[in-house]
Structure formats: C-alpha cells, structure tokens
C-alpha cells in the first residue's frame, strides 16, 4: 500500500511561487505515475499535472503550462510540484495521487487512473 503526505500549502498573493511535496510510503515508485489534481469549490476536480517515475515524462493541465513544474526525487520517494505565477484561478486543494501499478496509458491522467490519493492541502491565492 502506498501512503501519501502532502505539504507547502498556504496563502499567497496573486504573482507568488509555492512548492507544493507529496512524500510516498512503501517502496520505489518506479512501476507508477504520480500525479497532481485540484478541487476548486464547484468545480470538477482536475488534472493539474502528472510525471511518469520511470522515464521523468510530464503532462500539464493548459490552464498551467509555463507556470506549475512537476518533478520527482527518487531517494526521497518524493513528488514536487512548483507553482510560479499564481493567479487566484489556482486557488483550490490540491491533491496527490498515485497510479495504478504498472500504469501504462495516458500521462493525461483521470481519477479512475489513481488508485492512492493524498489528503489534499489547501492552496489559496489572494489578488
């Protein structure tokens, strides 16, 4: 079973940078996708970004490019996601999430693709 930890949520103004982590329990992740989605209030939740652990490929949500990079640490078993030029558009909680093992179709991932969800951590972006 894989456990995931998020942290670095928090309020920031509108221009602002945040680094959100996910750390994973239970071994390597090399055999999974991790991922990164958003919940705003209202809205479907959606993918924001998503990284392939055995090769580093990434996907990014439109509404993002240029701004969110994702990245991984494989000692630490662990998934970043930085923010940059945040706008209050972003504002929502933002959760982790692990694929299915052996996860071999889009990087574009959908919920029904995750089998291990973080917590979710709160990112607010004030104008």
């Known amino acids: 079973q894989v456990h995931l930890v998020e942290s670095g949520g928090g309020l920031v103004q509108s221009g602002g940078s945040l680094r959100l982590s996910c750390a994973a329990s239970?071994?390597?992740?090399?055999?999974?996708?991790m991922g990164w989605f958003r919940q705003a209030p209202g809205k479907e939740r959606e993918l924001v970004a998503a990284?392939?652990?055995?090769?580093?490929?990434?996907s990014y949500a439109d509404s993002v490019k240029g701004r969110f990079t994702i990245s991984r640490d494989s000692a630490k078993n662990t998934v970043y996601l930085q923010m940059n030029s945040l706008k209050p558009e972003d504002t929502a909680i933002y959760y982790c999430?692990?694929?299915?093992?052996?996860?071999?179709?889009?990087?574009?991932?959908?919920?029904?693709?995750?089998?291990?969800w973080g917590q979710g951590t709160q990112v607010t972006v004030s104008s």
């Open positions: 990284i392939k652990w055995s090769d580093g490929r990434t």
């Open positions: 999430a692990c694929t299915t093992w052996n996860y071999s179709g889009s990087l574009y991932l959908s919920g029904r693709d995750i089998r291990y």
């Open positions: 239970g071994g390597n992740l090399l055999w999974y996708t």
